[in-house]
C-alpha cells in the first residue's frame, strides 16, 4: 500500500512540472504584437481673421418711470375749502388751468375793494396839487386814477418823475397804500389754486367743507404728460451716452412704447452698483399711456464703437484672455476690451489678420493642435 502511495504521489509531481514547462515552451512560441505609434489628436475650433472696423451697436437698460413735476398742494390763506371745477378725489385727472380747489374768499375780497376805494379817494385828494405843482406828470396821473377798477387789479403806477414828486407822493401814503393793496392782491389770488400742468390727484388730505390753516396740506399732484425715466448704467456704458441722445422706450415684451430724450446724466456715482442714473424724458400719449411706476426699458441706439472687432462673450476667458492660431497650435493673447454687450463684446490690441477663436474651448492649453473652422 505505502508503495502505491508513493507512485501516486511521484506521478502528480512529473505532471505539475511537464505542465509548467510545455507552457513556458509555448509562450515562447508566440508573436509579440508590433508597437504603434501614437495618433497626434487635433482639434477643431471656429476661427476668424482679426479686422477691425467702426461698429454701432445698443446699450439696453430698465428703469422706474417717475412724473417730472410732483407738487404737494398747501393752504397759504386761511378759510372754509370750497369746491373747485372737478372733484377733489383720488385719482382724479384735470387739465391744466383748472381750479383745483377754492378757499372762502369773501371777505378778502370786500377788505381788498374797500382799500381801492379808500386809495381812490386819496388819490383824487392830490390830483388837484399835481396839476399845479407836476403840470409835466400831471396827465399820466390822471389816467392811472381812471384805469383804476376796484373789481380789477390795479394798474401799474405812473412813472416818477423827480425826487421832489417822489416826496410829495410819499408824504401822502400814495406809494405805502398801492403796494399795500398789490400784496393783498396777491394774497387774494392764493384763495383759488389752478393746476399749473395737465395731470391728476393722487393724495387727498381734506375734504370739501372742512378748515384750512395757513401751512395746512392739502394734497398732492402729479404732472402725468411729462415723464421721465430714470435707468441705472454701468460705469462702462455711461460713457457711451450724452445729453441729448434719443431713446427708444419699451415694456418687456419688447413693444414699443414711445421714445424719450436724455435730459440729465447723474454725477454721483451708486457705490454699490457701480452704476449712474440717467434721466429720459417721456411725452406720455393718450394711445398708448404711461404711468408712474412703470417698469421700462431703455434702449440706446447708434453707440459707435471705433476700430473694434466683436465676438462672443465667452471666447474670452481670464477676463481678458483670447487663443489665436499661431501655425497651427493655440497661442494665448491678451485683448482690450472696449465694450460688452450682452452676450457679445467689442475689442482690440491684437495684430490684423491673427487667427482668433471664436468659440469657448475645454481643456486645451497653449500649444495644442488646431484646425480652424470658417465661424460663418
Known sequence: MKKQKYVIIISGIVIIVVAFFSMIWLSGLKEEPRKLPPREIVRFARAVPVKYADHVTTITATGRVYSNAEVILSAEVTGKILPGSIPFKEGQSFQKGDLILRIYDREAALSLKAQKSGFLNNLANILPDLKIDYENNYSDWYKFFELIDIEKDIPDLPEIKSTKEKVFLASRNILSTYYNIKRAESNFRKHNIYAPFNGSITEVNVEVGGIAGIGARLGNIINTTDLELEVPLDIKDAKWVKIGDRVRITDENGIIYNRGIIRRISGDLDVQTQSISIFIGIKNRKDNPIYKGQYLTAVFENVEVKESMEIPRNSVFNSNNVYVINN?????????????????????????????????????????????????
Open 328 to 376: 497651427g497650435a493655440l497661442k494665448k493673447e491678451t485683448v482690450n476690451i472696449v465694450r460688452l454687450n450682452e452676450k457679445t463684446l467689442f475689442f482690440n490690441g491684437i495684430n490684423v489678420n491673427d487667427t482668433i477663436v471664436a468659440e469657448p474651448l475645454v481643456n486645451v492649453t497653449e500649444g495644442t493642435k488646431v484646425k480652424p473652422l470658417s465661424s460663418q
